[in-house]
């Protein structure tokens, strides 16, 4: 049992680049999070989605989107990269609205 | 507004006991996590609260005051591999219906010998 798998794991992108982050859980949750972890600010949810075919904004959604287009997956972009944009992203997935198991993070730097 | 406030770092002996204090305002409220997340790892799940009073889970107990907006992590019998970060997270209500979870910054634990 896997649980939730982030790819990739480490990534240095130039400014104005495109990425997609790769988030897959085996526990066949419906709730699925995208979150960034930088200095002294906490983890802070980017998007969110509560089932297949659907996504929602969180606090801090300029500069990226996601989709769901699968239960198991939830991809987060990044259009066009900034220096703004090098944190830690880490996927989580729930059932319902309980305990949110992470993913072991992707480091991204933006140069 | 959306506020969680821990201490920033504290440093414990092993085999004894620390408490890590989390408070809160937050324009809503839905229940209290903690999460352990070692350094360069994934945060973890280590209890959640929604009504007052204590919850044991083995060396670890959480304790809620809703009326305070405060809670604690207690660890018991501290060992070298309790040195971590640990997380306070308030669930509360998203403007377009349902929760999300606020974070605060994180305490980092430093465990001696």
């Known amino acids: 049992n896997a649980g939730v798998t982030q790819t990739p794991k480490f990534r240095v992108l130039k400014t104005g680049q495109s990425m997609t982050l790769l988030c897959a859980q085996d526990m066949n949750h419906e709730y699925m999070y995208w979150y960034r972890q930088d200095p002294g600010m906490g983890l802070r949810l980017i998007h969110y989605s509560v089932g297949e075919g659907t996504t929602a904004k969180g606090e801090v959604p300029d500069g990226y989107n996601v989709s769901r287009l699968k239960k198991q997956n939830f991809l987060l972009g990044l259009e066009s990269a900034a220096p703004s944009q090098t944190s830690v992203y880490f996927c989580?997935?729930?059932?319902?609205?309980?305990?949110?198991?992470f993913g072991a993070g992707t480091r991204l730097s933006v140069l | 507004g959306q506020n969680i406030d821990q201490p920033t770092e504290m440093t414990a002996t092993e085999g004894a006991i620390v408490q890590i204090n989390c408070t809160y305002q937050?324009?809503?409220?839905?229940?209290l996590f903690w999460y352990q997340q070692h350094a360069g790892e994934a945060p973890t799940f280590l209890s959640y609260n929604v009504l007052d009073g204590l919850e044991e889970k083995g060396r670890f107990s959480s304790f809620l005051s809703r009326s305070k907006g405060y809670s604690y992590l207690l660890l018991k019998e501290l060992q070298m591999k309790d040195s971590a970060s640990y997380l306070c997270a308030v669930r509360d209500p998203l403007t377009g219906g349902g929760n999300k979870l606020t974070f605060g910054t994180g305490t980092q634990l430093k465990v001696e010998l």
């Open positions: 937050t324009s809503g409220f839905n229940g």
């Open positions: 989580a997935s729930s059932y319902g609205e309980n305990i949110q198991y």
